[in-house]
């Protein structure tokens, strides 16, 4: 996917993703909102520096890297919380949204993996494409966030819930 469909998948899903932690529509909502909207697009855009240097789609397009980002504010407190979610939705942007995967498991294996549901990053469908998978990953984030609790056996919930707690 192109930028213009990274920096789209990253606003509309810091708007979803207010509405979906915050469902009240008020201020608080809009606080969650203007809170993840900046990590998330400038996470969005980063592993696409990997045009700049490296080997594109492998060198920042990996899971290594996404769990850098994810134990970043862990280890290292109030600081970059939210960045790796803009990372994880770009990746999920690319391998189920255009044509050619990432390089999931770069430096150890240079296979890109992807998905039969992409379009090249210059249809005219792609724009179509980024906001189906920006629905689809709401719907994932509400699942997770609301229904998935309630199955899980208490102890894991209050684990889940300390570490949401500790990244939000
Ligand atoms: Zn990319």
């Given at each position: 996917?192109?930028?213009r469909?990274?920096v789209?998948?990253?606003?509309?899903l810091?708007?979803g993703?207010g509405y979906?932690?915050d469902?009240s529509g008020?201020v608080?909502?809009?606080?969650t909102i203007?809170?993840?909207?900046?990590?998330?697009?400038l996470?969005?855009?980063?592993?696409?520096?990997d045009?700049a240097?490296?080997?594109?789609?492998?060198?920042l397009?990996?899971?290594?890297?996404l769990?850098?980002f994810?134990?970043?504010?862990?280890?290292?407190g109030g600081?970059?919380q939210w960045v790796?979610?803009?990372v994880?939705?770009?990746?999920?942007?690319?391998?189920f949204g255009?044509?050619?995967?990432?390089?999931l498991f770069y430096?150890f294996?240079?296979?890109?993996?992807g998905f039969?549901?992409g379009v090249?990053?210059?249809?005219e469908?792609?724009?179509?494409?980024t906001?189906?998978?920006?629905?689809?990953?709401?719907?994932g984030?509400a699942?997770l966030?609301?229904?998935l609790p309630?199955?899980?056996?208490p102890?894991?919930?209050?684990?889940?819930?300390?570490?949401?707690?500790l990244?939000?």
């Amino acid at each position: 996917m192109n930028k213009r469909g990274h920096v789209l998948n990253a606003v509309l899903l810091s708007i979803g993703l207010g509405y979906v932690l915050d469902p009240s529509g008020d201020v608080s909502t809009f606080a969650t909102i203007a809170e993840v909207f900046l990590p998330v697009v400038l996470g969005a855009l980063f592993p696409d520096v990997d045009t700049a240097f490296g080997r594109h789609r492998k060198t920042l397009h990996n899971l290594p890297v996404l769990l850098v980002f994810v134990a970043h504010p862990i280890y290292h407190g109030g600081n970059l919380q939210w960045v790796w979610l803009g990372v994880l939705t770009h990746y999920v942007l690319d391998m189920f949204g255009s044509r050619r995967g990432i390089a999931l498991f770069y430096p150890f294996w240079d296979e890109e993996f992807g998905f039969p549901s992409g379009v090249t990053t210059s249809s005219e469908y792609a724009e179509v494409v980024t906001v189906v998978i920006t629905a689809l990953e709401l719907a994932g984030v509400a699942v997770l966030v609301y229904v998935l609790p309630q199955y899980l056996p208490p102890g894991i919930t209050r684990l889940l819930a300390e570490n949401t707690a500790l990244i939000a």
